[in-house]
């Protein structure tokens, strides 16, 4: 795992944590320091060029993108758990990366 992947891991967990505990600065921006994890995992990510089309990162570039403008503009549900849409675009970005570099668990072929 790459040292950008683990500082946006930390910076998610930092920013869920300052949603229920009290921290100075987090909590008032936790939504922002969640939208910085997720660009620091996109920026530390390297896509597979075989691959066209990823459905995840679609799917969660539309949640991102959605959570964003219920921010902003009032969405019935979206508005009132915005962070929480966000966070889920964030686990499925995390969720759908191949974490293993050299191709699959060894002793698969």
Same mark, same amino acid.
């Given at each position: 795992?790459?040292?950008?992947?683990?500082?946006?891991?930390?910076?998610?967990? *930092? +920013?869920? =944590?300052?949603?229920?505990? @009290?921290? &100075?600065? /987090?909590s008032?921006? %936790? !939504?922002w320091? #969640?939208?910085? $994890?997720f660009?620091?995992?996109?920026?530390?990510?390297?896509?597979?060029?075989?691959v066209?089309?990823?459905?995840?990162?679609?799917?969660?570039l539309?949640?991102?993108? *959605? +959570?964003? =403008?219920g921010?902003?503009? @009032?969405? &019935?549900? /979206?508005?009132?758990? %915005? !962070?929480?849409? #966000?966070?889920? $675009?964030?686990l499925?970005?995390?969720?759908?990366?191949?974490?293993?570099?050299?191709?699959?668990a060894?002793?698969?072929?």
């Amino acid at each position: 795992m790459s040292f950008g992947r683990m500082i946006s891991l930390v910076i998610a967990i *930092v +920013a869920v =944590v300052g949603v229920f505990v @009290e921290i &100075p600065v /987090v909590s008032d921006y %936790a !939504f922002w320091v #969640l939208v910085g $994890a997720f660009l620091v995992w996109a920026a530390a990510h390297r896509a597979n060029p075989k691959v066209s089309f990823r459905v995840w990162t679609m799917i969660s570039l539309a949640l991102l993108l *959605v +959570a964003i =403008v219920g921010l902003f503009i @009032e969405v &019935p549900i /979206v508005s009132t758990y %915005a !962070f929480w849409v #966000l966070a889920a $675009a964030y686990l499925i970005s995390v969720g759908s990366t191949k974490l293993l570099e050299g191709g699959g668990a060894k002793g698969s072929e």
